[in-house]
């Protein structure tokens, strides 16, 4: 099984439309993200979280919002659905390692997303 | 602002031919360093990473990438493509150190042709 699963993996909706992508993760990692990528963008980050109650703004967190409803659990909203965040959307998932480490992140298949 | 450079956007290779793809950064600090790369609906997968030490790191499916400090720049090789390493690359950097929150900053990809 996969470590990172993202649902659904492909989705077409239309403008206006409420929408959320989730994110479910079997790694038992604390920190979870949601990035978007563009072509010749590279991968955008949305939002992030270092653990449920912790959740943070990325660069480009404007028309989103999120949801940490448990450690393995990161959901992205888009309350209002419009074509330029037709786009494909990944979560990520790290362990937290203090002081001089890096953090790997661990990316889930993406989700393609489509609005009309 | 930080930020990672990917200068050539598709970069087409015959089969057996050596490949390079190159990356720099601009950071405060030096950053830890990451090369992933994306096969054709999949998510990314890390090919290899620099967090310290040797600037010469060894990775995954036969790729190497070196560090150098004095150019900003942490290029990708191979020295002998296969038709299977045709996929996107991307390049990204992490804050090292005490402060490193686990963001990730990617550079813009490479997209890779083989040709037979």
């Known amino acids: 099984d996969a470590d990172v699963t993202q649902t659904p993996r492909n989705r077409i909706t239309k403008t206006g439309k409420r929408i959320m992508l989730e994110c479910s993760q079997t790694?038992?990692?604390?920190?979870m993200y949601w990035y978007r990528q563009d072509p010749g963008l590279g991968l955008r980050l949305i939002y992030y979280?270092?653990?449920?109650?912790?959740?943070n703004k990325g660069e480009i967190s404007d028309g989103y919002s999120v949801s940490r409803q448990a450690q393995a659990k990161f959901s992205l909203s888009l309350e209002s659905a419009i074509p330029n965040q037709t786009a494909l959307y990944f979560c990520?998932?790290?362990?937290?390692?203090?002081?001089?480490?890096?953090?790997?992140?661990?990316f889930g298949p993406g989700t393609r997303l489509t609005v009309l | 602002a930080q930020s990672v450079t990917q200068p050539d956007i598709h970069i087409t290779v015959s089969e057996g031919a050596s490949l390079e793809l190159r990356c720099n950064y601009s950071y405060g600090a030096t950053p830890y360093l990451f090369w992933y790369v994306q096969s054709p609906g999949q998510g990314l997968q890390l090919l290899l990473k620099?967090?310290?030490?040797?600037?010469l790191v060894q990775g995954i499916k036969g790729f190497e990438a070196e560090f150098k400090r004095s150019q900003s720049s942490f290029n990708l090789r191979k020295p002998s493509v296969h038709w299977s390493d045709a996929a996107e690359y991307f390049c990204?950097?992490?804050?090292?150190?005490?402060?490193?929150?686990?963001?990730?900053?990617f550079g813009q990809g490479t997209t890779l042709q083989v040709k037979p």
């Open positions: 990520a998932t790290s362990a937290h390692r203090g002081g001089y480490f890096d953090n790997e992140q661990f």
């Open positions: 790694k038992g990692h604390d920190r």
């Open positions: 990204a950097a992490q804050r090292a150190g005490s402060g490193n929150t686990g963001k990730l900053i």
């Open positions: 979280s270092f653990d449920v109650k912790d959740i």
């Open positions: 620099y967090f310290s030490g040797d600037t």
